[in-house]
């Protein structure tokens, strides 16, 4: 069972690093895991340390964000009409240290920064390929 986050649909659940002699095995995701809908691609997303990716919402896609390098700091707003946690601001920091997968659902407004020095890497196992006509982008507050 995932943690609780205060925008609804969003999620948190930990995440089983498994060391090994020659390595550790990160688990991201299973299709029998809370927070799964589909398979649409996999993908990896750099930030630099101290730049800021965002603001961005998908409109139908689902994100399954995943930390194995560094660290970041998401932002999350919702924004979405209806929604009993509209108007709602929500942050977590993801890193091994705190290995977890964040779930964000469509609508939720999605920013994130680069924390660690070196590589800040994020794994995002989404339900929907990727299609640019699928999100919005707004400009982060000055």
Not at 28 to 41: N, Y
């Amino acid at each position: 069972m995932g943690g609780l986050m205060k925008i609804t649909g969003c999620q948190l659940t930990p995440l089983r690093s498994i060391p090994g002699e020659k390595g550790d095995v990160l688990h991201a995701l299973r299709s029998t895991d809370e927070g799964f809908v589909a398979f649409g691609e996999a993908y990896f997303s750099s930030v630099k340390t101290g730049e800021t990716k965002g603001w961005r919402r998908h409109l139908r896609m689902t994100l399954n964000l995943v930390v194995p390098v560094g660290k970041i700091r998401f932002q999350l707003h919702d924004e979405r009409p209806g929604s009993p946690s509209f108007g709602a601001m929500d942050e977590v920091t993801l890193s091994l240290e705190n290995y977890q997968r964040l779930t964000v659902p469509p609508g939720v407004w999605l920013a994130f920064e680069g924390m660690a020095d070196g590589l800040n890497l994020l794994l995002n196992i989404a339900d929907l390929p990727h299609d640019p006509t699928e999100s919005e982008t707004k400009q982060l507050d000055g």
